[in-house]
Nanobody, 124 residues
Framework: QVQLVESGGGLVQAGDSLRLSCAASGGSFSGYAMGWFRQAPGKEREFVSAITRSGGSTYQTDSVKGRFAISRDNAKNTVYLQMNELKPEDTAIYYC?????????????????WGQGTQVTVSS
């Protein structure tokens, strides 16, 4: 079983950058596709970005394309989410998730393990 721990969230101003990290333990990290999701108050959890097991392919939701970038370091068992040009609408709890299998998917139900989340707040 994989344990995931997110870090790097915080309170920033619009236009600032943050880098989220998600450290994995308890499993073979390179055997999992990884995803980032977020959940704002009163809203459903939504897909942000995902990366395949090797890191060779990445996917982002339209609202973050050109601003956010996902990456992973399989030697460090860590996946990252670099967030640039942050906007108030990016405010949410950000979760990382692990999925057994080759492909990276955008669905919440596609993932097998979840972290506890890290809060990102962007002020205007």
């Amino acid at each position: 079983q994989v344990q995931l721990v997110e870090s790097g969230g915080g309170l920033v101003q619009a236009g600032d950058s943050l880098r989220l990290s998600c450290a994995a333990s308890g499993g073979s990290f390179s055997g999992y596709a990884m995803g980032w999701f977020r959940q704002a108050p009163g809203k459903e959890r939504e897909f942000v970005s995902a990366i395949t097991r090797s890191g060779g392919s990445t996917y982002q939701t339209d609202s973050v394309k050109g601003r956010f970038a996902i990456s992973r370091d399989n030697a460090k068992n860590t996946v990252y989410l670099q967030m640039n040009e942050l906007k108030p609408e990016d405010t949410a709890i950000y979760y990382c998730a692990a999925r057994r299998g080759l492909s990276a998917r955008p669905g919440v139900d596609d993932y097998d393990y979840w972290g506890q989340g890290t809060q990102v707040t962007v002020s205007s």
